[in-house]
């Protein structure tokens, strides 16, 4: 028998150390680690033992004999990734805590997702270092609770591992506070050692092309917020009533948006979906959803296991047109003498599978196109389709240009899911090109290219909006790590002031912090009000809401 990896894998290794046998692949020591779409099982190695079971804060790992039959690809999957790849490499080495100076080290964190308790949760192991994790919203966890799919629910377990974090005593939470707003970056830099922003990607890019502004042409930033009941987008109204959507671009969070447009709300009802997003889906005349891939069917941007997922949406048939499977020479070449990589192959193979299935007779499609951009979004006063060139292959360099051959495709909205890009934090150098802080191993560098003390970055504002959940660990774990070792080398800088002096500069500006009990309380109203209509969750979607949960934490604040 062998442990299998499912689809909820979030890439942070907890299970690689705690395998006896190394069987547990790429580990955090081998290059593949830093793209790995998931991790895998060796079945030729794994001994059976379930240790890694008991570490896996997703519950993603199942034995072989009861994988669910929705699973059962990935037994493949797993194995496959060891046809090209060395099960000897990579030993995890345990990495010991470097030992601080008794005197205490202030670090203020900016953000609550997952890269800022990563972070976190490093330098809180240092008993001498008292970690405050501000954020704007009242809520924790970042795009755990703003971004990953109400139906990922198993995905967002994750946040199991940062609430136990949070409840270490150094460890406190100022949410609920803007930084640049309610308190300034000077204002951080005066009352701590060291300030680490890890407030991610927030917004979305552009594509460039004609109509993109046009109403009923939406950010998929946007609209993953709003289903996800993001109080900055909880007004949102979107016009579901064609009967057809584009989502341009094909990396996962376009297959969750499809999936999203897609699903019977019945099943989304038992889910944390906000409930205003609910009854727009409820109402939704959208019957197909078309996915654009400017690139082959090689190239998705997707991860295998979310591309897997689309084939298992009850009523929903998977699309592809046999003419949409052209690959190019080289790879052709390459999946001819079974050279490709399997990575690459399964994403071949799965797109194949898919086009030989064809159409199953249900009343919804998803449709993968590929090699396919879009060129003009169309329409007078608001978007009637999206104008598209079909790409091939330069025989040249391999790439992709664009042929002659031009179509229009009807539809009443289009999610540009085009990838995330961080904005500029005050106080901070940004590279406008790339949308990340300039950085080495997360130090924050300066104009003269060296590291500006007690200044550091971790997750997507550090390294772009790329990677999973669990790509963050790591991460966030390098950023902490040259924070210490800048502790050991005595680089930080001394504060002016202390730490001590926020809860009172706040309370003097009137802003509503909410702590650790405040958020307790949002989180047990909002379970409670879910229980009633079986979910796990009712999110509660303004400010004002949210505040108010907070204060029955400590009524004296209201
Ligand atoms: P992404 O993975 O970077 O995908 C962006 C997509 O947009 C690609 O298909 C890209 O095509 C396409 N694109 C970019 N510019 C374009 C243009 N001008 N015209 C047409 N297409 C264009 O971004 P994402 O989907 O926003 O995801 C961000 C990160 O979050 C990813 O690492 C993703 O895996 C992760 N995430 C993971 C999950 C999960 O694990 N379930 C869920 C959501 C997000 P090219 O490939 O040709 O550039």
Same mark, same amino acid.
């Given at each position: 028998m062998t442990f299998v990896i499912t689809? *909820? +894998? +979030?890439?942070?290794?907890?299970c690689v150390s705690v395998c006896p046998v190394n069987c547990?692949?790429?580990?955090?020591?081998?290059?593949?680690f830093a793209t790995a779409e998931m991790l895998y099982i060796d079945p030729e190695t +794994?001994?059976? +033992? #379930?240790a890694c079971v008991d570490a896996c804060p997703v519950d993603a790992i199942f034995p072989d004999d009861e994988l669910a039959e929705q699973d059962e690809p990935y037994l493949r999957l797993n194995a496959d990734y060891y046809r090209d790849h060395d099960? $000897?490499? #990579?030993? *995890?080495q345990l990495v010991r805590a470097p030992k601080l100076p008794d005197d205490e080290v202030h670090v203020a964190v900016v953000g609550a997702g997952p890269a800022a308790f990563y972070a976190a949760e490093e330098l809180i192991r240092h008993p001498s270092v008292r970690v405050d994790v501000f954020d704007?919203?009242?809520?924790?966890?970042g795009l755990v609770r703003a971004?990953?799919?109400?139906?990922h629910a198993k995905t967002k377990r994750v946040e199991r591992t940062f609430a136990s974090a949070a409840r270490k005593k150094n460890f406190r939470y100022y949410l609920g506070? $803007?930084?640049?707003?309610?308190?300034?970056h000077d204002e951080l830099v005066d009352r701590y050692h060291a300030v680490l922003y890890a407030s991610g990607a927030s917004a979305d890019k552009r594509l460039?092309?004609? =109509?993109?502004?046009?109403? #009923?042409?939406?950010a998929a930033t946007d609209f993953v917020a709003w289903y996800n009941g993001h109080p900055d987008h909880a007004d949102d109204v979107y016009?579901?009533?064609?009967?057809r959507a584009v989502v341009i671009g094909n990396g996962n969070v376009a297959l969750d948006v499809a999936q999203i447009l897609l699903t019977d709300p019945d099943e989304l009802a038992?889910?944390?979906?906000a409930a205003h997003a609910l009854e727009a889906l409820r109402a939704s005349s959208i019957r197909e959803v078309v996915v654009l891939g400017r690139r082959s069917i090689a190239d998705g941007a997707y991860t295998n296991s979310e591309f897997l997922s689309m084939?298992?949406?009850?009523?929903v048939d998977v699309v592809i047109d046999e003419a949409d499977l052209r690959l190019s020479p080289r790879l052709a070449k390459q999946v001819a003498d079974d050279s490709v990589d399997s990575t690459i192959g399964s994403k071949i193979r799965l797109a194949r599978e898919y086009a030989e299935n064809g $159409?199953?007779?249900?009343r919804r499609r998803v449709v993968f196109r590929y090699l396919t951009a879009p060129t003009a979004i169309l329409g007078e006063e608001r978007v009637s389709g999206v104008r598209v060139v079909r790409n091939v292959f330069d025989?040249?360099?391999?790439r992709v240009v664009p042929s002659g051959e031009s179509v229009e495709i009807d539809a009443g909205l289009v999610i540009r899911s085009i990838g995330y890009r961080g904005i500029a934090v005050e106080g901070l150098p940004f590279d406008d090109d790339t949308g990340v802080v300039p950085n080495e191993a997360g130090r924050v560098l300066g104009d003269d290219g060296a590291p500006v003390p007690g200044h550091y970055v971790a997750g997507w504002l550090k390294? =772009?909006?790329?990677?999973?959940?669990?790509?963050?660990r790591f991460c966030g774990q390098e950023t902490a790590g040259a924070l210490v070792d800048d502790v050991i080398a005595g680089v930080l800088p001394t504060p002016g002031?202390?730490? $001590?002096e926020v809860p009172e500069l706040l309370a003097a500006r009137g802003v509503h912090v909410v702590d650790a009990d405040g958020w307790a309380a949002i989180d047990r109203a909002e379970r409670e009000a879910g229980r009633a209509i079986g979910s796990p969750r009712r999110k509660i979607v303004t400010i004002a809401g949210l505040r108010e949960a907070a204060v029955s934490a400590h009524p004296s604040d209201s």
């Open positions: 689809r *909820p +894998c +979030c890439n942070d290794a907890s547990i692949h790429p580990t955090p020591e081998e290059p593949e +794994c001994i059976d +033992c #379930g099960v $000897e490499a #990579g030993v *995890p704007r919203l009242p809520t924790p966890y971004g990953v799919a109400p139906d506070v $803007e930084v640049g707003r309610d308190i300034s460039g092309i004609d =109509g993109e502004s046009l109403p #009923g042409s939406v016009d579901l009533s064609a009967d038992a889910t944390d979906v084939g298992l949406i009850d009523g $159409e199953g007779g249900n025989s040249a360099s391999d390294r =772009g909006a790329s990677g999973g959940i669990g790509t963050n002031s202390s730490r $001590e």
